[in-house]
T-cell receptor
């Protein structure tokens, strides 16, 4: 079975500092990995994805993520945090070989707070 | 603009009543999904549908029902059998044919509160 873990429920960072939101995964095949962001009482918005190729993936709003196969991780990063980045972030995983439409398995989410 | 529309945004229900949440998409996507979100638990899959007139149970289907009579529409009914229906419900869709990397597109959600 595939699973994804976000070990931190809450991450606080000062504005202008770099931020990292952690994600680790467990799959039996090659994973597709995703990051989504959710603002209060809104739907999820897609940020970026890793499918294959370069381990460093760049996405929306200046975010990037690094795929590390040996550590089974896909941490979300941003060089300089903004107050407007404060939101709930979800990591998700999908197995490439799966034929099921069940598709994505989501982590439990990490609340990011950027302090002014 | 293409997207997914969920309605209503907020809904209040008395115990024992069934309610139906609407989800419409004009993205021409084949697959549609319903998720439930509770604080600290992430998203849990309720039902999904890959094609019209076909749908499958997800991880927490008990107390819910769906239909897929049209490609664009995937309504969710929360029945009186659902023991704890107060939650935020999210509808999503995905293109299931052609170039497909699994990315989901989400609606803005419906918040159901049982009084």
């Amino acid at each position: 079975a595939q699973s994804v873990a976000q070990p931190e429920d809450q991450v606080n960072v000062a504005e202008g500092n770099p931020l990292t939101v952690k994600c680790t995964y467990s799959v039996s095949g090659n994973p597709y990995l995703f990051w989504y962001v959710q603002y209060p009482n809104r739907g999820l918005q897609f940020l970026l994805k890793y499918i294959t190729g370069d381990n460093l993936v760049k996405g929306s709003y200046g975010f990037e993520a690094e795929f590390n196969k040996s550590q089974t991780s896909f941490h979300l990063k941003k060089p300089s945090a903004l107050v407007s980045d404060s939101a709930l972030y979800f990591c998700a995983v999908r197995i490439i070989t799966s034929g099921s439409a069940r598709q994505l398995t989501f982590g439990s989410g990490t609340q990011l707070t950027v302090l002014p | 603009d293409g997207g997914i529309t969920q309605s209503p945004k907020y809904l209040f229900r008395k115990e024992g009543q069934n309610v139906t949440l609407s989800c419409e998409q004009n993205l021409n996507h084949d697959a549609m999904y319903w998720y439930r979100q509770d604080p600290g638990q992430g998203l849990r899959l309720i039902y999904y549908s890959q094609i019209v007139n076909d749908f499958q149970k997800g991880d927490i289907a008990e107390g819910y029902s769906v239909s897929r009579e049209k490609k664009e529409s995937f309504p969710l009914t929360v029945t009186s059998a659902q023991k704890n229906p107060t939650a935020f419900y999210l509808c999503a869709s995905r293109r299931a044919s052609g170039v497909n990397t699994g990315e989901l597109f989400f609606g803005e959600g419906s918040r159901l509160t049982v009084l």
